[in-house]
């Protein structure tokens, strides 16, 4: 009897120790077929844009080449608890990370990195972009480039993020929920980030936009006194999501273009985004208001403001487009911008 039950615990030993092997086995295949993919299909190679100046001579960051081989491909980093540090390349990195990260974090991430080119060159490194999972539970991720450093003969697999592009925890994706969804907000932060914005710094925006506006617009309930060229009542002024994306991303960001060259009705960069905020409640408060000949439920409203540093190319009269919804008796922004004195 005792023969037997130590019969059976040594073949549970072995089919555990199999299991093991096989997970390991398909993880170590699977990664280095996506590899070879990747290798076969990446050959674009960017500029970071203009605002990061080359370093100086000896500040570049040299891989450790030491006992590891350096492999310059894109990658994404995630925490296998017993196994290590493993790292999934490419096609596969979109498709895992709906699954390891929780759910606004991944949509965020997925759009970001879509937009980001693939490869770079960084202080005469050239570095493949990637992902990097910061904690267990998916909830904190940077995206950045770097590079995959493959450790006991490809079976340890590490990631290095030499140039890091944002830092988005799950708390700052859903503090904006209620103005853009986690993928448009994505999208944004990297399209800001490719017109020279840092990332991280674009992100701060908007949650400052969506602050200022609850504060200036939502809690004070800023109206709009009707206007006498045509049937317009006073109303309350609303400010939708969709024209939050417009607002933030063509007139603050900068990230459309006009005529081939960048739109140039953007607000100046010294302005708070709670000034700019200000700015558009004085002037649906005070300004001067015409109707719009070919939208019966428009209004156009402008107030010069001169003490506003601007670009030569752009003016210091803002401009709001209000559309009056007539079924509810409230007032949508279109769009606030400074007007455009042309080139």
Known sequence: MNNIGGELMGWK?????????????????GASATASFVNATVNSTATLPGDLS???????????NVGAEIVV??????????????????????????YLYSKPVSEFTEAFYKELPDRISYNGQELAKGIENKNRWGTKVEIGYGYVKKKWFGLKKETVIVKSVITITRDEVKAVEDLFS??????????AYLKGWDANDAKNVVEEFYDAYKDVFVKNRVTFRGAPCGNFPPGKVVLTKKRVAHIVGRHVFGIYEYAGQSDPTIFPKYLTIREIVILIKKAIETGS????????????????????????HTSKTLRVI???????????IITAYLEWLRR
């Open 13 to 29: 030993r072995f089919v555990a120790l199999a299991l093991v092997v096989l997970f390991l086995g398909m993880t170590v295949s």
């Open 54 to 64: 080359p370093g100086k001579p000896g500040d570049e960051v040299q891989p450790e």
């Open 73 to 98: 491909e894109k990658f994404f980093g995630t925490f296998v608890p017993g196994i290590g540090w493993v790292v999934f390349i490419s096609g596969v990195v979109l498709a895992i990370s709906k």
């Open 182 to 191: 986690p993928k448009e907000y994505g999208k944004l932060l990297a399209r």
């Open 289 to 312: 208001v015409t109707c719009d000949p070919k939208d019966p439920n428009t209004v156009i409203i402008r107030k010069t403001f001169p003490e506003l540093r601007t670009n030569p």
């Open 322 to 332: 209000l559309r009056y919804n007539r079924s509810k008796g409230w007032y949508e």
